[in-house]
């Protein structure tokens, strides 16, 4: 199955199964560095209390988790192994999603940021 498919299969499952709180005003996609040796980075799914563009811990305020629900992806020799590569495929994917997903409603609804949670959140919906 394309990796593509499996993580549109994974997001659909968390949000088929799971009523966002009334007061989430914004979703972050936090990527994490499950092994660096492997290059096997992992996405987890978190809906936020705060949005603030202009604070960069604004996704620090979860009122919802995934949490151990996470998804992981290798990348492959093809591919650079670093973060950045890993955090540019999983945002074209996110995009991709917010495009045309099942449930993009309930992402596109609110604003959307990605990053690694040691790092800077880009937003990729306002």
Request: with cysteine.
């Given at each position: 199955?394309d990796i593509y498919v499996?993580?549109?299969?994974?997001l659909d499952n968390i949000?088929?199964?799971?009523?966002?709180?009334?007061?989430?005003?914004?979703?972050?996609?936090?990527?994490?560095?499950?092994?660096?040796?492997?290059?096997?980075?992992?996405?987890?799914?978190?809906?936020?209390?705060?949005?603030?563009?202009?604070?960069?811990?604004?996704?620090?305020?979860?009122?919802?988790?995934?949490?151990?629900?996470?998804?992981?992806?290798?990348?492959?020799?093809?591919?650079?192994?670093?973060?950045?590569?890993?955090?540019?495929?999983?945002?074209?994917?996110?995009?991709?999603?917010?495009?045309?997903?099942?449930?993009?409603?309930?992402?596109?609804?609110?604003?959307?940021?990605?990053?690694?949670?040691?790092?800077?959140?880009?937003?990729?919906?306002?």
């Amino acid at each position: 199955m394309d990796i593509y498919v499996e993580f549109v299969n994974w997001l659909d499952n968390i949000l088929e199964n799971n009523d966002m709180p009334d007061e989430t005003v914004s979703f972050c996609f936090n990527l994490y560095e499950e092994s660096i040796e492997e290059s096997v980075y992992a996405v987890q799914l978190v809906a936020c209390e705060v949005f603030d563009e202009n604070d960069p811990d604004w996704a620090c305020e979860e009122c919802w988790s995934s949490e151990e629900d996470i998804f992981c992806v290798e990348l492959s020799d093809e591919e650079e192994k670093d973060w950045k590569a890993a955090q540019k495929l999983i945002t074209g994917w996110v995009e991709a999603y917010l495009g045309n997903g099942k449930y993009a409603d309930i992402l596109t609804s609110k604003p959307v940021g990605i990053g690694f949670v040691d790092g800077d959140v880009e937003i990729i919906r306002k």
